[in-house]
């Protein structure tokens, strides 16, 4: 089945303990982004990656950093967690680099992260 | 820099009535325009895609319209159901991609 897979779903953690949210692709699908969703402000793009080891900043990237060492993965890292970036993550991919714009986003389920 | 709306942000009609969602966006230099489903705590579901050259999408009791010249776009729901009750958000893909904050509908039996 075609999915994006993101792990956790939950996470409750506390300031400053680094962590990871992992996001997996099994459509071969080359451009991958993340976002969180918060109460008022609708989604928000925080990094995206056109291909294998390119990335770029979306509009709220500040506190985060990613990796794309792989075609499928896309990992969210967190290096040092605020109460700030409690919120809703959402990974989603799509396309292929020519075609990124014109297919479809695939989002995966979500990964609600609280940061006490 | 792309602004998206979506009007109303929440909707409560009975469940059979035909309803019309709209998304309008300020800059129309867009290659595509995607309609999307969530549901409470979960994550989005594509419905629709309109390219950029294109006027309108259907699927099933879905129509989606767009019309890049006044930055207008509309998801029409033919005879809704209970089933239908979720958050419908819009998405230009231009030099960005932008997200409206979403319409919340409830269908109600």
């Known amino acids: 089945e075609a999915q994006v897979t993101q792990n956790p779903r939950y996470l409750i953690t506390v300031t400053g303990k680094k962590l990871t949210v992992t996001c997996s692709q099994n459509m071969n699908h080359e451009y991958m982004s993340w976002y969180r969703q918060d109460p008022g402000l609708g989604l928000r793009q925080i990094y995206y990656s056109m291909n294998v080891e390119v990335t770029d900043k979306g509009d709220v990237p500040e506190g985060y950093k990613v990796s794309r060492k792989e075609k499928r993965n896309f990992p969210l890292i967190l290096e040092s967690p605020s109460p700030n970036q409690t919120s809703l993550y959402f990974c989603a991919s799509s396309g292929g680099y020519t075609s990124s714009y014109n297919s479809p986003l695939h989002f995966g389920n979500g990964t609600r992260l609280t940061v006490t | 820099k792309q602004e998206v709306t979506q009007i109303p942000a929440a909707l409560s009609v009975p469940e059979g009535e035909n309803l019309v969602l709209n998304c309008s966006f300020t800059?129309?230099?867009?290659?595509?325009l995607q309609w999307f489903r969530q549901d409470p705590g979960k994550g989005l579901t594509s419905l629709l895609l309109i390219q950029s050259s294109q006027r309108e999408q259907t699927s099933g009791r879905l129509n989606a319209s767009l019309d890049k010249s006044s930055g207008r776009s509309t998801l029409y729901i033919a005879a809704s159901q209970p089933g239908d009750s979720a958050t419908y958000l819009c998405?230009?893909?231009?030099?960005?991609?932008?997200f409206g904050e979403g319409t919340q509908l409830t269908v109600n039996p």
């Open positions: 800059d129309s230099a867009i290659y595509n």
């Open positions: 998405k230009t893909s231009g030099s960005r991609l932008t």
